[in-house]
């Protein structure tokens, strides 16, 4: 069985949710072609192909309509999944257009208008290269909540 990229990051996220019911987020900038999901290559029909636009549903019928009105050249860039009782519903999935090329190196995928490719061009800068998008995220995740400020407790800053 092959599952969408979005799809896929979400199944490996859902089963540590600790819960039978669970909201996952994937952000991560430069997911499937929507050719491949609404049958512009031949794949969407495959039995073992499962992708987020087999439901009937919203986002099936939102990415149909996109893909009558703009062609074929975009890329999942967020989505949004509901799993309860271990079945997976797409609730929200924003596209994004590609604007390079896919014959570049990683698909221009720092081109894209997502999240994930913000953090590949901040990666870029600061670690030198733009296959480190993680490690930029990761500096904007503080490990630990941040300690309070003197006004939340109580007490005055020192001068």
Do not use: I
């Not at 499937?32 to 794949?43: I, N, P, Q, V």
């Not at 257009?97 to 913000?118: I, R």
Request: proline share 8%; hydrophobic share 40%.
């Amino acid at each position: 069985m092959e599952l969408s990229h979005h799809l896929a990051h979400a199944w490996s996220a859902a089963p540590f949710s600790g819960s039978d019911e669970s909201l996952v987020l994937v952000m991560d900038g430069m997911g499937e072609h929507l050719r491949a999901m609404t049958g512009g290559d031949g794949a969407a029909d495959d039995p073992a192909y499962a992708h987020d636009l087999k439901a009937a549903g919203p986002v099936r019928d939102a990415a149909a309509a996109l893909a009558e009105r703009a062609g074929g050249g975009h890329r999942e860039a967020e989505s949004a999944y509901l799993f309860s009782g271990g079945k997976p519903t797409p609730v929200f999935k924003r596209w994004t257009a590609e604007v390079s090329p896919p014959e570049l190196a990683n698909h221009g995928f720092g081109d894209m208008d997502s999240l994930g490719a913000m953090y590949s061009r901040v990666s870029s800068h600061v670690f030198g290269g733009a296959c480190r998008p993680a490690r930029a995220a990761a500096l904007a995740s503080p490990a630990s909540p941040a300690p309070p400020l003197p006004s939340q407790t109580g007490t005055r800053a020192a001068k």
